[in-house]
């Protein structure tokens, strides 16, 4: 009896010991599927301020041969002399303006090079890319055309921005240093990793700061009377209130100059351009610059019959960002949108492709009156600032199908009588 008792206990504190073994430890998972074949890019890119231009050369090291072949959409009068190692083919496109370049790298690698011209009018006498004997500011995206790309499954690149730069000349640039002092390219929305956003090179101000948890630089050639300090103080204002709307990226980066560049400003990845003579807050109490970090911030292009509802959502949250942090009071909040909304009087609607002052400017009447219907079906529960938050946690073209789409689903419930009522349906 002792020895079947013994043997009883035995059982039952080798089952006990499973069951607590079962409990602490993790439970199996399938093994994770291996990482596809790396390839590294590094984009050099040379500027020769007495040409005008930008010599550009796109290395790429291939050992996994994960790219088959890469195609861009160029400038002929922009993007010229490409040759390079392995194949390059110069064709028209079937479509659309420009031509396609196809390079079909050799195994292992190789590398591609061309000419990009910088000066570019944006109408009769402003450019909106422009290089001097002292400065150079234009966006990455005329050096680094649109590309199309054919790659094995899962493949991953590492990217690099390498400048090559007159002596004395210095960098503004969207993107993290790294030590070799090149810059790390990350667009994870693409499957290949090109420079995009607003670069400056030359003699240069620069002011730098972290505000709200975000790398700020404001850059401008030497004598350009940017009012960088300034822009910076209007930043740590606002970047906290509009930070409680949308998250806000690691880099923020605005550069400037003044004439003969365009007296306007324009938004891209991570950074934005601003003419040195724009005001922070204009008389009718609106800011250029903040019009433009809200751009930044929302991450996203129009897209059909959505430039209308882009453009207000700017021009309203740059309000917003002003009144929230008390920089202007309620009362010239509230007188602003009255201006804005007699402004943009006699819009049917404001769904279009390419929306003016006065389209953006009902756009902001009928964000407004969307935010209360919002808030009116919800309870309270629910406002535009939900809206602008999922359209920016997931950018993508800002189409009016999408923006109802997401609106919906904040409100919970569909909302044909607004969108009726509003002309956009």
Partial sequence: MRLVFAAAA????????????AQTEPPVVAPAAPPGPSY???????????????HVAI???????AVDWLRFRVDPERQIAFRGDGQ?????????????????????GGVLRYL?????????????ARATRDWALLRAEDLVPQVRASFQDGAQSRARLQLVLPQGWSAVVPYAPLPDGTWAVERPELKFDRPSGWLLMGRLGVARERIAGAHVAIGAPVGQKMRRQD??????????????????PERITIVGAGDPMWRGGLSGPGSAYLHADLPLISEDATSPVLHEVVHVLLRARSGERGDGLVEGIAELYSLEALVRSKTISR?????????????GRGVGSIAVDDANGAVASRAVVVLRELDAE?????????????????????????????????TERVAGQTLPAFFDRAELK
């Fill in 10 to 21: 035995g059982c039952a504190l080798l089952l006990a010991a499973l069951a607590a073994r």
């Fill in 40 to 54: 590294d890019v590094r984009f050099e890119i040379r500027i020769v301020p007495t040409e005008k231009a930008a």
């Fill in 59 to 65: 290395h790429l090291s291939d050992p996994a041969r």
């Fill in 88 to 108: 390059i083919r110069v064709a028209e496109p079937e479509s659309a303006s420009g031509e396609e370049v196809t390079w079909t790298p050799p195994r292992g």
């Fill in 116 to 128: 990009a011209r910088i000066d570019h009018l944006r109408d009769e006498s402003s450019y909106d």
């Fill in 231 to 248: 822009i910076l103080a209007l930043l740590r204002w606002t970047l906290p209130a509009l930070r409680k709307v949308v998250a806000l």
């Fill in 331 to 343: 009362r010239r909040f509230e007188r602003a949108l009255a201006r804005i909304a007699a402004k």
């Fill in 374 to 406: 919002l808030r009116r079906v919800t309870g309270g529960q629910k406002s535009l600032d939900d809206v602008v938050r999922a359209l920016a946690e997931r950018p993508q073209a800002i189409s009016l199908a999408h923006f109802r789409s997401v």
